[in-house]
Each structure stands twice: as structure tokens, then as C-alpha cells.
């Protein structure tokens, strides 16, 4: 069964950085189109960044460019958020996602596969 595992993120301070982490296994990770989603309390769940197979491409939710930063290392079969000068509304649960076509990379209902999250903080 394909898993997807989440780690990093934590409490910070407004305009502090993190870097959140997603571990996958039992799948061809350079094979998969990945994303990160956020969902805040009360809101629905949001796109916020997407990388291409072998990482040569990269998308990003308004809200998070030039801050936000997505990249994935095949060999280590691992996805990375850096999260950079952050602020009190970036905080939400934070979820990778994989899916195999490349197409509508913002879609959640186009993911196959979702790991379990990890919670961002940002205090003002």
C-alpha cells in the first residue's frame, strides 16, 4: 500500500521559517506528479504547491509565491515544502499528495494517494 508520511512542521513565529518534509514509500516516486494542500480549521481544504515528475516544473497557489518554495529528491523519494517568512494564515494542516497524470495539478480530487498531515502554527 502506498504511504505518504508528513513531518516538520511545528510552532513559529510570524515572518520565522520551516521545512516540511513528506516521506514516500511502496510506489515509483519519480513516477508520481506531487502536491501540497493545506487546510486551516473551519476552511476547506487548499492547493498551495505542485511539482512535476522529475521536478523541472513547479506550481504555486497565490497566496505562497515568493515564500513557498516546493522540491522533491527522486532518490531519496521524498517531497519538501520551505516555508519562508510565514505568517499567521498559513497556519493549517499541512498534506502531501501523489498522483500519476500531470494534469490539474490544483485539483484534490485528482490525487490518488494523501498522507495524514502535519500542523503549521504561526503565531502573530
Known amino acids: 500500500q502506498v504511504q505518504l508520511v508528513e513531518s516538520g512542521g511545528g510552532l513559529v513565529q510570524a515572518g520565522g521559517s520551516l521545512r516540511l518534509s513528506c516521506a514516500a514509500s511502496?510506489?515509483?516516486?519519480?513516477?508520481?506528479?506531487m502536491a501540497w494542500f493545506r487546510q486551516a480549521p473551519g476552511k476547506e481544504r487548499e492547493f498551495v504547491a505542485a511539482?512535476?515528475?522529475?521536478?523541472?516544473?513547479?506550481y504555486y497557489a497565490d497566496s505562497v509565491k515568493g515564500r513557498l518554495t516546493i522540491s522533491r529528491d527522486n532518490a531519496r523519494n521524498a517531497l519538501y515544502l520551505q516555508m519562508n517568512n510565514l505568517k499567521p494564515e498559513d497556519t493549517a494542516g499541512y498534506y502531501c499528495?501523489?498522483?500519476?497524470?500531470?494534469?490539474?495539478?490544483?485539483?484534490?480530487?485528482?490525487?490518488?494517494?494523501w498522507g495524514r498531515g502535519t500542523q503549521v502554527t504561526v503565531s502573530s
Open positions: 511539482i512535476s515528475w522529475n521536478g523541472g516544473s513547479t
Open positions: 511502496r510506489l515509483t516516486f519519480s513516477s508520481y506528479y
Open positions: 499528495a501523489a498522483k500519476r497524470s500531470g494534469q490539474y495539478y490544483n485539483l484534490q480530487d485528482k490525487y490518488e494517494t
